[in-house]
């Protein structure tokens, strides 16, 4: 909880909570399952950049220590930074921006 900042809400239901807490908090069940994949549609879009970035590092610590693979579809382009593959869609074409990084 402390991780995604949502510690000061586990006391609230789902509609007292604002959108962007109510991402934080589903993004948090799915990684307490410790699913081997995770996929994340826009899973920091109603966030701000610094609780964008925490999400980012939080999925990317999780993919590393529980050796999952997150797959992450997402408009911002300054979340690449911390994958190791970065694939496009353009007019229906898939291209791969990026090789596999060690």
């Known amino acids: 909880t402390e991780a ?59 993919s590393r220590h529980y050796r999952q693979t997150v797959l992450m579809i997402t408009h911002n382009v300054h979340l690449t930074d911390a994958v190791d593959r970065v694939l496009q869609v353009s007019d229906g074409e898939l291209r791969d921006w990026g090789g596999m990084q060690e």
């Open 4 to 62: 995604l900042g949502i510690e000061k809400l586990l006391d609230k239901y789902p509609d007292e909570l604002s959108g962007g807490e109510q991402q934080r908090v589903a993004i948090g069940r799915a990684l307490m399952i410790q699913p081997a994949i995770l996929l994340g549609d826009e899973p920091t879009g109603n966030l701000d950049s610094k609780n964008s970035q925490d999400v980012v590092e939080l999925l990317h610590r999780a």
